[in-house]
């Protein structure tokens, strides 16, 4: 699986244009390698149909953390696998109770998938926790650009495929500013705002693909964003677009206590 950017075809275009079918807007990972069995007890896969879609990340026992596109065609053919690195062996599936939004509407209500780029799923049971499944801490604080961080998920590798085992690669936060001349070059520099947004950048063959939306970046343990939009060619040297864990802090501790 190849973490890699995204490039803005028409159809990625008409997305955000008028809101139809996010499943192009779902990524995936280039240029990672494979994560250990239990390395990332956090990790969820959220699967279709049994069949993987999104990345999502444990925050609680009961809750889900991933981006908004992933659940906007509805959840009750949605399940998170939780306990294993494969999409083909292990783990356990949960079933999704709720989800809020932001701003905290129930799921059903339609909005801008791009606007605000997460949701919180809460689970109809607790997930059994163990050295191979556990939540990982939200963000204590906002991330500073040059932070060496990472990212885990399934998706797309250089085989155009779902990678059958999880994937890891490590990337840098880079500058808001840097990162919004990147999309104004393909008139999307709107997409990066200043607070909301956390851009990262490796090189060209590294980044997230199809599959990879929702997935967690992490920096010294804590999860500080949630993969989101980007374009439909992976790895092209566009930055990664991830919304900022910190700055829906209050929103995420709310839904997890409503």
């Not at 007890?41 to 444990?58: E, F, K, T």
């Not at 209500?109 to 607790?126: F, G, N, P, R």
């Not at 204590?140 to 059958?164: C, E, I, M, P």
Request: proline share 2%; glycine share 10%; with cysteine.
């Amino acid at each position: 699986m190849q973490i890699q950017s995204y490039l803005l075809s028409a159809l990625l275009i008409s997305i955000f244009v008028s809101g139809i079918d996010s499943e192009s807007a779902r990524k995936r990972i280039y240029g990672g390698s494979v994560a250990g069995i239990g390395e990332f007890p956090y990790m969820v896969s959220l699967r279709r149909d049994s069949v993987h879609d999104c990345g999502g990340a444990l925050i609680s026992a009961k809750h889900v953390l991933t981006a908004y596109h992933c659940i906007s065609d509805g959840y009750d053919n949605l399940t998170a696998v939780v306990g294993t690195n494969s999409l083909k062996t292990g783990g356990t599936a949960y079933r999704i109770e709720k989800v809020l939004i932001y701003p905290p509407f129930d799921g059903d209500v339609v909005k801008d998938a791009y606007d605000h780029d997460i949701a919180v799923l809460t689970l109809e049971q607790e997930v059994k926790l163990s050295h191979r499944v556990s939540s990982v801490p939200l963000a204590s604080s906002a991330l500073k650009s040059g932070a060496s961080v990472h990212f885990t998920g399934w998706g797309d590798d250089y085989s155009q495929r779902n990678t059958k085992f999880m994937q890891k690669l490590k990337v840098t936060a880079m500058n808001n500013l840097d990162c919004e001349a990147h999309y104004q070059k393909y008139g999307y520099g709107f997409l990066v705002k200043k607070n909301q947004s956390i851009c990262t950048f490796r090189d060209v063959g590294y980044g997230a693909c199809f599959g990879d939306s929702g997935a967690p970046l992490i920096y010294e343990g804590e999860i500080v964003g949630v993969l989101s939009i980007g374009f439909d060619m992976c790895a092209i040297g566009i930055p990664d677009l991830f919304e900022s864990v910190f700055y829906y802090l209050d929103f995420i501790r709310y839904a997890m206590t409503h």
